[in-house]
């Protein structure tokens, strides 16, 4: 099998795998992309990124929403493949919108991340995502929810379309070797709280609910003195709290030390029903870390509710500050959710588990 893949992100490629860059994000001379190093079957990938003149990129991905450049890229090759596959709708709408006016034995199969156009149920995109979904011979989702969207509005993609949850890179996030060195830096900044991402978390809830914490009086005054909140990911947000530290983009093995010596983690988000935050939540979860999450439609599927994390209504930050002083104040619970949680993502929610499932959809619609 040949496989064209379009990400839609930018992909470093070299000859030796870079230290601080996931699977995803590098492409190894002589070595397999991403999750498809562990294909059972031969399969050859080459990959197409979003890369282009800096001006253009960022037109696309702030303005547009779509590449058109990438397509462009990839359309005089597409007879080379068996399969071509779209990593996000932005990265498949110009392709499918060719093979539409020009149709190609080649198949074309998306992971569709985000319902589409987040989930609209009108408006001249839905209309533009409805006729072009009409090409696209299957599609991939992370979030069973939504399902029932693609009922509504895209019927004639159900039945070809394929539920196949997200896995994480277990080995990538095994966190540190040597379990004393971590134990001693985990208790040293035991009180901290971290919160990862630079976009769609629900940060004034979780800000909200931290201050809660800090004056609850069921919690030590020593205990509430050495709370501390992190904020990774989004720079912009300035709050008048000295226990409230606001970090940019660090690098990942940065990343993976901050979450390792935090007293556990926060997911907060608000309910969308698209794929979003299950990257987060399941490299936390790897690295053996109790997490609160929103009990949201994305996270649903990956969550078993006070055995591998603890769940929250969304936007009540009244109940996330009573998750977060459970969690403060119970170490034997917080670190059963953390060993569960470790063992959840390495017998479930991992990468080679996720291309077991995907392996077999693509073999079946290359046959189809």
């Known amino acids: 099998m040949k496989v064209l893949m379009l990400v839609n992100w930018k992909v470093e490629h070299g000859v030796e795998r870079p230290?601080?860059?996931q699977p995803p994000d590098y492409y190894i001379k002589g070595e397999m992309y991403w999750f498809y190093r562990y294909f059972k079957q031969s399969v050859e990938v080459d990959v197409i990124d979003i890369s282009s003149f800096p001006w253009l990129e960022h037109f696309e991905k702030e303005k547009l929403r779509f590449y058109v450049v990438q397509a462009l890229r990839a359309i005089p090759k597409l007879w080379h493949y068996d399969l071509v596959v779209s990593h996000g709708m932005q990265s498949a709408v110009v392709l499918s919108l060719f093979r539409r006016l020009f149709p190609?034995?080649?198949?074309?199969?998306?992971?569709?991340?985000?319902?589409f156009n987040s989930a609209a149920e009108s408006g001249a995109a839905l209309k533009l995502m409805q006729f072009a979904s009409k090409s696209i011979d299957g599609f991939i989702y992370h979030t069973s929810g939504q399902k029932e969207y693609y009922k509504r509005f895209f019927p004639w993609i159900?039945?070809?379309?394929?539920?196949?949850p997200f896995g994480t890179d277990a080995d990538f996030f095994s966190g540190t070797e040597n379990e004393d060195v971590q134990k001693s830096v985990v208790c040293e900044s035991r009180r901290t709280i971290i919160c990862v991402g630079y976009a769609k978390r629900d940060w004034d809830t979780l800000y909200q609910?931290?201050?809660?914490?800090?004056?609850?009086?069921?919690?030590e005054a020593e205990e509430r003195e050495c709370l501390r909140l992190k904020l990774i990911g989004n720079p912009s947000f300035q709050y008048e709290n000295d226990k409230v530290e606001v970090m940019p983009y660090i690098p990942i093995k940065r990343l993976i030390e901050e979450i390792e010596n935090a007293h556990f983690c926060v997911v907060p988000l608000k309910e969308l029903n698209y794929s979003f935050g299950q990257m987060t939540l399941l490299q936390q979860m790897a690295l053996g870390k109790a997490v609160i999450a929103s009990k949201v439609s994305s996270l649903k599927d990956y969550i078993k509710d006070r055995e591998t994390a603890l769940f929250y209504e969304p936007e009540?930050?009244?109940?996330?500050?009573d998750r977060m002083k459970e969690l403060l104040l119970n170490a034997v619970l917080r670190d059963t959710l953390g060993r569960n949680a470790r063992i959840s993502v390495k017998d479930r929610f991992n990468e080679e588990r996720m291309a077991e499932d995907i392996e077999e959809y693509f073999h079946m619609l290359c046959k189809s």
């Open 19 to 21: 230290s601080d860059r």
């Open 104 to 115: 190609m034995k080649t198949k074309h199969v998306v992971f569709e991340i985000g319902s």
């Open 158 to 164: 159900v039945g070809k379309s394929r539920f196949i």
């Open 209 to 219: 609910a931290f201050c809660g914490l800090q004056k609850d009086e069921r919690i």
């Open 316 to 321: 009540s930050a009244e109940e996330l500050e």
